[in-house]
């Protein structure tokens, strides 16, 4: 074609409202377009497809189905050029919150969003759902989320808010809406009624108290009403004698928010712009724009694409592949947009060819179904369901594996655009499907403009790593794949770290055909993925089936060790786990055996087993309950009100740093990382770097004005001098005029280093003695004597790993300089305004009075922003001291992963010596932590751990001593519990290990050793009438069934070989206070204005646990105003000075307090005018006030009493208080695979008085997904080789999903037990203590290991590590199968693995 006859522009609709963009930067992205208009709700929150933070809607006319189809897309890895004749929703196109979109309004309402990052994703994931689907099933909606990640909530009332579009869901659940419109609670028919837990409790009374019948449901009462009747006491303590459990007010206040939902009308929604169907239908007039095959250049020489072809037929393809025959063919983008962020891939030559018809069309025949090569997974999988079901099961077996994998294929936007020939060309050894179209002797058709089409099956297609038979010049147009036949089984298997949206470990396709009167093979193929460089087939073990006859054990033996010895892999194979990927192979064909013995009707004894065997069709739906009391004797303070930005973060209103619009002449940073795990520097050169157009510095620690250290220790430079650390650390920065180039410009550097030694993992820093030179020692009572005593003397190891914060929001900071005095205001995403300012101040070389830090809101902390933000802001406030220029940086997530550091992996030896009945007479424990290359908090965090090592356990003697390992990784750094976790996994462990070797029922070893009233603990603290453990463990056990629920895993155990169910039962004590004394303490200012609304500023930051909400309560309950009266704009230096660091969950109580202080003085001031102007409004009395010249403003302060603990002489109060809990989980293991479900999970928690119930629920629920995500899933793995950080980003680190939490989840708070706590309106604090609590899933599949391990011969004591990662639980089992996949200890020696734990 001439050049004039393609186009050079885009036209597409965003929001309703036309939009043409001429010559699109073939680099930018959806996010980054829709960003740079304004419309900032949809968020960057990995740039990879992994999380869904930036989630649109994007709509088009699909001419050959004549209808508009909606699709949920990641903005992050969508090209600009390729929504040309499309439609753009985002976020803010629903609603705002003024007229909230039914979707966010009941999102937010429900308590679905705390810091509000992740939520635009998942608003836009339901909200697609809702425009193809008005009407969807309670399962399609729990789909929908499986590509949206969330870290915060725990998901649970996502789901709840999302299922309320669901006919059926509150009819399953326990809130209905009457006819009448009136709110009732109806108890589920699940549900126990067992009060609370009590023999006595009035609740098991068949009347009230009152002597009538007691009644199962209720009216809401206003909502601005307090409730009468029952209080906070329990069991009938109350005037009307009532029972506290008789009325739940967590299912009366989301019965009464659901109540006020504005319905859903799906003629309302934004229409598909009637032009865009004459745009791609080609019917627009001559003076309209018309639809055009693209040919797009771009100017600028860092850019990855210089030329864009975007065909619209078959023919134009082949033509431009024909001239241009390297040229990167893209459809979905999923796979070349990660290889051009993450591995800095450049294609000069790029073709997009998702907008051709030809290639999506779906054939049938005798013979098979022929699939166009470019139809979406999405498309795919519609298309097998319906081809399952015209053809019947038998003939469609490989269309139905095929199905059965593509659920489990990434998330629903990455399956929206992804292509099945863009999954077969790239050649993943990986592949989800690839195996299943070999298996299934699929054949692949390509096509070239020279050449014609041509066949090539899909056993001959890969030829090795990434490549393929497709030779240059050539496409591929389809597949085809055959029916199946009489006595043919095809199944497919994939076995990945998390169910959902993960790559596989291993998959497989297998298929096999027998001789229907004989049960001979007359057929059969094994196809495997992640074994080899590319999908291969076992053919060792298909020839050792074939003419054979399936079902006799002598041929099953005979193929599992085939498959074995044929797919055995290396010790230090590429992408580790060599024993595990080899005992999934058999694993899966084991299945496959039992599964296809049972649907050819032959009696084997594996037949018998395939039921359990067989994957299920359907998961079970998620469910959830909260319990607490109703409150009485406060206006406002305890009741479950919603996070008070909730309407703004589900509308996208909500702004975090990256969100504030750039100032005129902003420039970037871009950092320069090192790529060396321990070396000197020996120069740096940047030439290259600054010859780029656009570059105006690079930063070293030679251009520091000040100090260029930093830190408690002062033992960390900002910017090195002459020695890196770690490998990513940080040494120079760029200063660009855009994020790409300073990105770009930062690679030009080049730095010359010395390697030194470099020291990874905290067993290695042990040996080497490699560690910082503080110790810290518990000593309690004479160990050496204890052990002389005990029946039973143990000793072992234990290990924890680390965890990745993985706040959806990544590190940013924009740094303003003012152009006088030396002044700069700091916006960053910090948890620590008052440390930021500091070392800000020190490394400019100016008072801290110059400098400004304004925190409006993070997305998420976790710890994670305490002391490593610091860096961030002083990068971007150096660089603004040099240009005199705003200067901001927004870290992507691989960066953010490398630089910040994570929660500390602790390595402990104990002994510990017992009666033969389980009674603890003392324990020797030795633990080290891995603290990263400086102190930052470690010390802090050794702490924690030390003084948690008891967990609730009376000990009588301890021997406590803890130190920090210095490592060549990151300075790892506080996070959600503080070393709290750890060291009370190191102790929990300890007594599995001893409950084993006693043969105890660990949780009588628990509740036998339990803390009581009265004892105290190691560090010298004496436990008060506050101490609830022992109630709420004998709650639990009642309310959740222990018992029974013991005898029906036993029992179901006893009849299931390869599926294991497991119990465990866990407490937990917090303790709430700064470990360094000084940091106990709050401030706050308040302003009442002339027109009676009241602005709050306090030390604290908003990061989702609605801190800011609480604040606003308190403020509203003390001054007796409403709560919209009282505002929070954000927390900043120069309203709130001196501040300590929102952490310890100690913030409620220190900033509560000094709220509470300045808005009482406040309410003093202002009662003789209230008392003389009785009846007028709050603006008339505040403004009576103003003019008498009365002081409106007060500056409040709080400092905790009597804490102080001195580590040497183990005195003084280390905690204020304890934070108490207790969970109960459920687990089923299949020990085949290690993949398991969390059944049921039931926590009671103990948190005082509450400040807002509702609140603290989410608090309970997102720390518990949390603590799981800590014992499961999420593993920290860096490459022994260089030092570099293996798990980047959320391709390879896997959080929990919304699949993922338990499937029944119940969480309950204490009611009625003493409180006599001097703290704000007697709260507890709530953000760290239930963390810990989600190891009890961890437990629990200890517990389901155990039942697997007595089939075996192997009787070794059970080691068990977290995380408990599928591979560690699969090997943990101890099986035939797992026995076949041993590496031999000769043949690891001298090989270093691919990967290793720090």
């Known amino acids: 074609m001439e050049d004039k006859e393609y186009g050079r522009n885009i036209l597409f609709y965003l929001n309703g409202k036309r939009v043409l963009v001429e010559r699109p930067d073939l680099d930018m992205t959806l996010l980054q377009y829709v960003r740079s208009t304004g419309l900032t709700g949809t968020k960057l929150g990995c740039g990879e497809g992994g999380c869904g933070a930036c ?69 836009m994931s339901l909200y697609t759902l809702l425009r193809n689907n008005p009407n969807p099933t309670e399962h399609e909606i729990e789909e929908c989320f499986d590509g949206n990640l969330c870290r915060c909530t725990g998901y649970r009332p996502i789901l709840d808010a999302a299922k309320t579009f669901s006919e059926l869901a509150w009819k399953r659940g326990t809130a209905v809406i009457a006819e009448d419109g009136t709110a009732h609670v109806i108890r589920d028919e699940n549900s126990d009624d067992s009060g609370c837990g009590l023999k006595d409790c009035c609740r098991l009374q068949k009347s009230d108290g009152s002597g009538k019948p007691k009644s199962t449901e209720f009216t809401l009462p206003e909502p601005a009403a307090p409730r009468t009747g029952a209080g906070d006491a ?91 025959p390297d040229a990167k063919l893209v459809a979905g983008n999923s796979e070349v947009g990660v290889e051009v962020k993450f591995k800095r891939a450049k294609f000069p030559v790029q073709v997009y060819v998702n907008d051709i018809p030809e290639l999506r069309a779906v054939h049938s025949d005798a013979n098979g179904v022929t699939f166009g090569a470019n139809i979406t997974l999405a498309q795919f999988g519609s298309a097998l369901d319906a081809l399952v079901v015209e053809h019947g099961e038998q003939q469609t077996q490989s269309l139905a594996a095929l199905r059965e994998n593509l659920r489990y294929f990434a998330g629903n936007q990455i399956r929206n655009v992804a292509t099945i020939a ?64 009489e006595g043919e089984v095809v199944r497919a298997f994939k076995q990945a770290k998390r169910k959902d949206d993960d790559i596989a470990i291993v998959t497989c396709g297998l298929r096999v055909c027998v001789d229907v009167a004989t049960g001979v093979v007359c057929d059969a193929a094994f196809a495997y993925g992640g074994m080899a460089p590319t999908t291969v087939l ?90 607490y009391a109703s409150v009485v004797d406060r206006a406002i303070v305890g009741k479950g009100i919603a996070h ?12 975090y740093v990256d969100d504030m619009p750039a100032i005129y002449g902003e420039l970037y940073v871009g950092l320069v990382m090192s790529e060396r795990a321990h070396a000197r520097i020996l120069g740096i050169d940047s030439q290259h770097a600054l010859e780029l157009p656009g570059v105006h510095r690079v930063l070293t620690a030679q251009d520091v004005p000040g100090h260029n250290v930093w830190n408690i220790f002062k033992d960390e430079e900002i910017l090195p001098s002459t020695e890196v650390h770690h490998m990513g650390q940080p040494l120079a920065l760029v200063v660009a005029d855009t994020q790409r180039l300073a990105q770009e410009a930062a690679r030009l550097v080049r730095v010359e280093y010395e390697d030194l030694p470099a020291v990874l993992t905290v067993r290695d820093a042990v040996e080497q003695q490699s560690w910082f030179p503080e110790v810290r020692q518990l000593k309690n009572g004479d160990v050496e004597a204890a052990f002389s005593q005990a029946d039973c003397v143990l000793e072992g190891e234990s290990y924890c790993a680390p965890q990745e914060h993985f706040y959806l929001e990544p590190f940013g900071s924009i740094a303003v300089p003012k152009g006088e005095g ?71 997530r691989d ?110 070893l628990r509740e036998r050793n339990m803390y009581r009233a009265g004892d105290v603990t190691p560090f010298s603290q004496p436990l008060n009438d506050d101490w609830n453990v022992p109630r709420m463990w004998k709650q639990i056990k009642q309310k959740a069934h222990f018992d029974a629920r013991r005898t029906e895993v036993d029992a179901f155990n006893a009849t299931s070989r390869y599926r294991k169910r497991g119990l465990s039962l866990l407490p937990t004590k917090f303790g709430i206070s700064f470990g360094v004394k000084h940091l106990n303490q709050g401030m706050a200012l308040v302003h009442v204005y002339m027109d009676g609304s009241v602005l709050v500023a306090h030390g604290g930051t908003e990061m989702g646990q609605g801190l800011h909400t609480k604040m606003a309560m308190i403020a509203a309950e003390t001054l007796e105003l409403p709560l919209d009266a009282i505002f929070i704009s954000e927390t900043a230096t120069n309203t709130a000075a001196n501040t300590s660091p929102t952490a310890a969950s100690a913030s409620s109580d220190l900033n509560g307090y000094a709220v509470y202080n300045a808005c009482r003085v406040l309410a003093d001031r202002l009662r003789p005018y209230r008392e003389s102007m009785h009846g007028e409004s709050f603006a008339k009395i505040a403004r009576t006030a103003y003019l008498d010249r009365c002081n409106l403003t007060c500056a409040g302060h709080y400092a905790t009493p009597d804490i102080g603990f001195n580590w040497q002489t183990n005195e003084g109060l280390l905690y204020f208080y304890f934070t108490q809990g207790v969970a109960m989980a459920e687990v089923e293991l299949d020990t085949l695979t290690g993949a398991h479900t969390t059944r049921r999970v039931d926590i009671i928690m103990d948190v005082g008085k509450s400040l807002n119930k509702a609140i603290d629920i989410g608090q309970i629920e997102g720390a518990f997904a949390q603590g799981q995500g800590w014992s499961t899933t999420e593993e920290f793995l860096y490459f022994p080789k ?61 517990d389901a290991v155990l039942a697997a391990r007595k089939h075996s011969e192997h009787k070794s004591a059970l080691h068990f590590e977290l995380p408990a990662t599928p591979e560690i639980l699969r090997l943990a089992c101890e099986d035939e199968l797992v026995e076949l996949s041993r590496i031999p200890k000769e043949q690891k020696i001298g090989v270093m693995p691919f990967v290793v734990r720090i």
């Open 55 to 123: 989630t649109v809607m994007i709509s088009r006319f699909d001419v050959e189905q004549d209808k508009v189809v909606h699709a949920s897309v990641n903005a992050c890895l969508c090209p600009l050029y390729s929504i040309d004749g499309k439609h753009v929703i985002t976020v803010e196109g629903l609603g705002n919150t003024t007229n909230p979109h039914p979707v966010q309004e009941r999102i937010a309402l429900l308590h679905g969003s705390q810091c509000g990052f992740c939520t635009p994703g998942f608003v």
């Open 234 to 324: 329990c069991c009938g303590k109350t005037t009307s004698g009532g029972c506290c459990k008789s009325q739940n007010q967590a299912e009366a206040e989301k019965a009464q928010v659901i109540s006020q939902f504005k319905a859903y009308d799906p003629t309302q929604e934004l229409i598909f712009p009637p032009f865009l169907i004459r745009y791609t239908k080609g019917n627009t007039s001559d003076d309209e724009p018309r639809l055009q095959t693209l040919k797009i250049s771009s100017g600028d020489g860092t850019s990855w694409c210089r030329t864009l072809y975007r065909p619209l037929t078959l023919e134009g393809l082949l033509q431009t592949v024909k001239a241009h």
């Open 1282 to 1342: 260089n030092g570099r950080l293996f798990t980047q980003g959320p391709g390879n680190y896997k959080i929990p999903s919304a699949m993922d939490i338990p499937r029944d989840f119940r969480v309950e708070l204490l009611e009625g037990a003493p409180n006599a706590l001097k703290t704000i309106f007697s709260s507890k604090g709530i953000g760290e203590p239930p963390l810990f609590l989600g190891s009890s899933v961890f437990f629990a599949l200890r």
């Open 895 to 1004: 960066e953010d992963m490398q630089i910040t550091g994570q929660r500390h992996p602790f390595f402990g030896r104990w002994k510990v010596g017992a009666t033969r009945d389980g009674q603890l007479l003392g324990v020797r424990m030795r633990i080290y932590s891995n603290g990263g290359f400086s102190h930052d908090l470690s010390i802090g965090v050794l702490e924690r751990a030390m003084s948690h090592l008891d967990n609730c356990y009376c000990i009588p003697a301890t021997d406590f001593e803890g130190r920090v390992c210095r490592t060549n990784t990151q300075s790892n750094t506080a996070f959600r519990s503080f070393g709290g976790c750890q060291g009370m996994i190191m102790l929990e462990n300890m007594l599995c290990e001893l409950a084993d070797r006693l043969e105890l029922p660990v949780e009588v």
């Open 822 to 892: 030396g002044e700069f205001d700091i916006y960053a995403s910090t948890q620590n305004p008052t440390e930021t300012q500091m070392v800000c101040a020190e490394l400019l070389g100016v008072p801290a009075n110059r400098i400004v830090c304004h925190v409006k809101r993070m997305g998420g902390g976790f710890g994670g922003k305490e002391s490593r933000s610091c860096l961030i802001a002083a990068y971007t406030a150096l660089a603004a001291f040099h240009t005199n220029r705003s200067v901001r940086i927004m870290l992507d």
């Open 422 to 485: 863009g999954n077969i060309a790239t050649a993943s050894p990986i592949s989800d499907l690839n195996p299943v179209f070999m298996a299934s002797g699929a054949t692949v058709t390509l096509v070239s403009h020279e050449n014609g089409q041509r066949q090539v099956p899909m056993c001959e297609f890969f030829l090795g790593y990434r490549r393929t038979a497709i030779q240059r010049g050539e496409v591929l147009l389809s597949v085809h794949v055959p029916f199946n036949a």
């Open 644 to 655: 008070l930005s909730a309407l703004k973060q589900v509308t996208g209103e909500a702004r």
């Open 538 to 627: 076992a053919k060792t073990a298909m020839r050792s089936v074939d003419g054979q006859k399936w079902g006799e054990r002598a041929v099953l033996d005979a193929m599992l060790a085939a498959c074995q010895n044929e797919l055995r892999l290396d010790y230090g194979v590429p992408g580790g786990m060599a024993e595990y990927r080899a005992a999934l192979t058999t694993s899966f064909l084991f299945k496959f055996w039992a599964v296809s013995c049972k649907q050819l009707r032959i009696g084997c004894a594996e037949a018998r087993l395939a039921q359990e065997l067989e994957e299920d069709s359907e998961r079970q739906l998620s469910r959830g309950k909260q319990e």
